[in-house]
């Protein structure tokens, strides 16, 4: 799939140094900045979605007691 995104001018530059000092393409290193930001992004939206459920209620939260007791790990 074919994506197009506009760089600012700073970025662009820091994309051409890398491609320069490492040999690689400019379309692997945007690969694999994309696919290492879109973890961290998923990660921080989700859980942002999970915190909100919790905050309104819809969402049950278990105490380490409870977590303990269903695994048989209280005593």
């Known amino acids: 799939m ?6 600012s001018v700073e970025t662009e530059e820091r994309l051409e140094f ?3 000092e490492t040999g690689l ?3 692997s290193i945007l690969q694999e900045i994309i696919e290492r930001g879109l ?3 998923e990660d921080y939206y989700l ?7 919790i905050r309104s209620g819809q969402e049950r939260v278990f105490s380490s007691d409870e977590v303990k007791r ?5 005593g």
Do not use: I, N, P, Y
């Open 2 to 7: 074919s994506t197009s995104v506009q760089l």
């Open 18 to 20: 890398l491609v320069s």
């Open 25 to 27: 393409s400019k379309s």
């Open 39 to 41: 973890d961290d992004v």
């Open 47 to 53: 859980a942002a979605q999970v915190l909100e459920r």
């Open 70 to 74: 269903d695994l048989g790990l209280d």
